[in-house]
């Protein structure tokens, strides 16, 4: 039960996060391009969180909270492909090309950052 | 969704964190659900993100990306209850192992959730 109670805290408190970036991304770069750089910018930070958790156990603990919770409420894939709906098909196939190559390798590269060998 | 005044940001936010709360709880339990079935959460990340195209999808429909109801079910409940960042941590372990379905797997939640949200829109 643990678990479930810290995934719910940690989605409320990314999902509102993510709003509050939408707000400010949105102006600049509209809501789907804005989506694109939530989503990249949350893997790229369960990149890190993940390596981080791998090498201290006691920071483990809080996996649920940050992983799954945070950064899981955080992205979001909903809002991606609704938000391709609106576009033309031309913009929708960069969305998705974009998501598709920058999320993985987002995820990869902060992973990489925190467990690569001093 | 921009929120309509300041007066709306507020209980905005809040509607936001209740239905995220329930949505990323829910996506929880999938994972769990496929671990013990599948012994795998990726069946259950799939699905989670299935029904939460079909969700924000009627949400959409309903309430075009703005107001209170697209806060609680579609940026709140919908929006946690998908996840791209444990996908893209699913197709690295894919990419490690079956490479092909590191391409199949996302392609296939993109398709399956877009005809989910193409139940209510488009």
Same mark, same amino acid.
């Given at each position: 039960?643990?678990?479930?109670?810290?995934?719910?805290?940690?989605?409320?408190?990314?999902?509102?996060?993510?709003?509050? /970036?939408?707000?400010?991304? /949105?102006?600049?770069?509209?809501?789907?391009?804005?989506?694109?750089?939530?989503?990249?910018?949350?893997?790229?930070?369960?990149?890190?969180?993940?390596?981080?958790?791998?090498?201290?156990?006691?920071?483990?603990?809080?996996?649920?909270?940050?992983?799954?919770?945070?950064?899981?409420?955080?992205?979001?894939?909903?809002?991606?492909?609704?938000?391709?709906?609106?576009?033309?098909?031309?913009?929708?196939?960069?969305?998705?090309? /974009?998501?598709?190559?920058?999320?993985?390798?987002?995820?990869?590269?902060?992973?990489?950052?925190?467990?690569?060998?001093? | 969704?921009?929120?309509?005044?300041?007066?709306?940001?507020?209980?905005?936010?809040?509607?936001?964190?209740?239905?995220?709360?329930?949505?990323?709880?829910?996506?929880?339990?999938?994972?769990?659900?496929?671990?013990?079935?599948?012994?795998?959460?990726?069946?259950?990340?799939?699905?989670?993100?299935?029904?939460?195209?079909?969700?924000?999808?009627?949400?959409?429909?309903?309430?075009?990306?703005?107001?209170?109801?697209?806060?609680?079910?579609?940026?709140?409940?919908?929006?946690?209850?998908?996840?791209?960042?444990?996908?893209?941590?699913?197709?690295?372990?894919?990419?490690?192992?079956?490479?092909?379905?590191?391409?199949?797997?996302?392609?296939?939640?993109?398709?399956?959730?877009?005809?989910?949200?193409?139940?209510?829109?488009?």
């Amino acid at each position: 039960m643990r678990a479930y109670g810290l995934v719910a805290a940690g989605s409320a408190a990314g999902a509102v996060l993510r709003v509050l /970036a939408g707000w400010l991304a /949105a102006p600049l770069l509209g809501d789907a391009w804005s989506t694109v750089a939530i989503n990249v910018i949350g893997c790229f930070a369960i990149g890190i969180a993940a390596g981080l958790m791998m090498a201290s156990p006691a920071v483990a603990r809080w996996w649920p909270f940050v992983g799954p919770g945070l950064l899981g409420g955080f992205t979001t894939f909903s809002a991606f492909i609704v938000l391709l709906d609106g576009l033309s098909e031309l913009e929708a196939a960069f969305v998705v090309v /974009a998501t598709l190559g920058l999320c993985p390798l987002a995820a990869w590269l902060g992973e990489k950052a925190v467990t690569r060998a001093p | 969704m921009l929120p309509e005044s300041p007066a709306t940001a507020l209980p905005a936010l809040l509607l936001v964190a209740a239905g995220a709360a329930l949505g990323g709880a829910t996506r929880y339990w999938f994972g769990e659900i496929s671990g013990r079935v599948a012994c795998s959460a990726l069946p259950g990340t799939f699905f989670a993100n299935v029904v939460a195209c079909g969700v924000a999808g009627l949400a959409w429909s309903l309430w075009g990306g703005g107001g209170f109801g697209w806060a609680v079910l579609g940026a709140g409940y919908a929006g946690a209850l998908s996840t791209w960042s444990t996908l893209a941590r699913e197709i690295g372990e894919l990419s490690r192992t079956r490479s092909w379905w590191a391409v199949g797997y996302p392609v296939l939640t993109i398709i399956t959730g877009s005809a989910a949200a193409g139940l209510f829109i488009g």
